[in-house]
């Protein structure tokens, strides 16, 4: 099956430091989607990409839609506690709706004081 | 609020006893979804229903069945847990067709003894 690849694995960083993560895959989605997700609760979305190229923000988080429609990115500037979790990508294929989602394997963000 | 619920939050069941996991949602969505999530592992997609119509994915085994009995409610029946089915398993739900939204519940927790 299909399968993104999602690095880093794991992220140690201080307070205040902006965050870098990203995904790539060998087949093309037509959706982008980033999820975070705290322990014992299910994933929360955070952005979703609709547009190869297409560049969004939801405020300290910014993610973009790769032209090739087989990579995203996700940005977090000034690391905050509470962004501690880990960080899914995640994909689908068709243009909406019924098909499910395939996951990036997260990348666990540790924020340390 | 309209939200997906997952009951209950903590199951422990024994081996080869079966077990059902239930989903509500308030959503009014079309399509609803059950993903299993191993420890450390991103979500895996076992099944899904488009209103009434079931969509099984090719490598979910034959030990986990699915009943949606109303717009509102999705169960997942596992019939003989084994001690590798111990698993975090997360419902979420759609509208439909063209629509991104996915929300996702809370999540049962599954323990094996």
């Known amino acids: 099956g299909q399968q993104l690849n999602q690095s880093p694995q794991s992220m140690f960083i201080q307070e205040g430091e902006d965050v870098s993560m990203n995904c790539t895959s060998s087949?093309?989605?037509?959706?982008w989607l980033w999820y975070k997700q705290d322990p014992g609760e299910g994933p929360v979305l955070l952005i979703a990409?609709?547009?190869?190229?297409e560049l969004t923000s939801n405020g300290r988080l910014t993610a973009q839609f790769g032209i090739t429609r087989k990579d995203s990115f996700l940005n977090i500037s000034a690391s905050i506690p509470s962004d501690v979790g880990i960080y899914f990508c995640?994909?689908?294929?068709?243009?909406?709706?019924?098909?499910?989602?395939?996951f990036g394997k997260g990348t666990h963000l540790i924020i340390q004081p | 609020d309209a939200m997906v619920i997952q009951n209950p939050r903590y199951q422990v069941t024994q081996f080869g006893k079966p077990v059902t996991l239930s989903c509500s949602q308030t959503?009014?969505?079309?399509?609803m979804y059950w993903y299993q999530q191993k420890s450390s592992q991103a979500p895996k997609l076992l099944f899904h229903?488009?209103?009434?119509?079931?969509?099984n994915e090719a490598d979910t085994p034959d030990n986990f069945q699915s009943r949606r009995p109303n717009t509102s409610f999705c169960f997942l029946d596992i019939r003989s847990p084994g001690l590798g089915d111990a698993a975090m398993y997360l419902c979420?739900?759609?509208?439909?067709?063209?629509?991104?939204?996915?929300?996702f519940g809370s999540g049962t927790r599954l323990t094996v003894v």
């Open positions: 959503l009014n969505h079309n399509v």
């Open positions: 979420a739900t759609v509208r439909g067709r063209g629509n991104f939204g996915y929300t």
């Open positions: 229903y488009y209103d009434k119509d079931f969509n």
């Open positions: 995640a994909g689908q294929r068709s243009g909406g709706g019924a098909d499910g989602l395939t």
């Open positions: 990409l609709y547009k190869a190229g």
């Open positions: 087949s093309i989605f037509n959706t």
